[in-house]
């Protein structure tokens, strides 16, 4: 998500960013917002490990938001995590991507979170899992999947049902199929189309208010100056 407009919400506030700019926004697009807001899951997050393919890593981070999921955590114990831009195709401005050096900072990111090895042969599977519980789900790389250390970090083990002679999906392809029935399962535990808290739905709004207007950083100034004055 960019950092310009996270900034912009920082020094000013939400309700402050959200009034400047609303005028400015269709109110088709503000509709499309506030239903993407409705269906935002922070419960529901996935982990790629030591990626070495960009374009596997953008079509996760791709997946990740089209079902509604507000971050991708990425740890780079062997290199810097890449998406490559011709697959994300701007997705990434709508969802958070948190990077970790190590197995442990990914792990402490993310406080109450159940945490899921996707791995062949696991002998359970995303149904298994408890849909209230908010939960991580790891997916290693694409030569020689999750570390011992992750693994070890994992509390859960799920696998994709297979009924064919290959034994395994590409690493984009599980990370879709994983999210598309978690998410799935975690709305219907909830009862609604997504759990994000109040003053986190506010920060998110004012934040893709900021992307949507060109110049926002200038029109909010104004704004502010402005009823500083009267």
């Excluded at 920082?10 to 005028?23: C, N, Q």
């Excluded at 062949?120 to 020689?144: K, R, S």
């Excluded at 208010?209 to 500083?228: H, L, W």
Aim: hydrophobic share 45%; aromatic share 6%.
């Amino acid at each position: 998500m960019s950092d310009a407009a996270a900034a912009l919400v920082e020094r000013y506030g939400p309700d402050v960013v959200v009034a400047a700019l609303r005028p400015l926004l269709s109110d088709e697009r503000m509709e499309r917002i506030e239903s993407v807001l409705d269906a935002r899951l922070a419960g529901l997050t996935i982990v790629v490990e030591n990626l070495y393919d960009p374009h596997n890593g953008a079509a996760a981070v791709r997946s990740a938001e089209a079902f509604g999921l507000v971050a991708v955590h990425a740890v780079e114990g062997t290199g810097a995590f890449h998406a490559s831009p011709a697959v994300t195709i701007g997705c990434e401005k709508w969802i958070d991507l948190h990077r970790h050096p190590d197995v442990a900072s990914a792990c402490a990111a993310m406080p109450g979170m159940i945490h899921v090895a996707a791995l062949p042969g696991a002998g359970t599977t995303v149904d298994d899992l408890p849909p209230e519980q908010p939960c991580a789900l790891w997916f290693g790389n694409e030569h020689d999947g999750l570390s011992a250390e992750a693994l070890a970090a994992c509390s859960h083990r799920v696998e994709i049902p297979m009924f064919g002679f290959t034994r395994s999906f590409n690493l984009s392809v599980s990370a879709a199929l994983l999210i598309q029935r978690a998410s799935q399962r975690r709305r219907a535990a909830l009862g609604r189309r997504g759990d994000l808290p109040a003053e986190e739905r506010a920060r998110r709004r004012a934040r893709w208010y900021a992307q949507d207007i060109r110049g926002a950083a200038e029109i909010i100034d104004r704004y502010v100056s402005k009823q500083t004055r009267a």
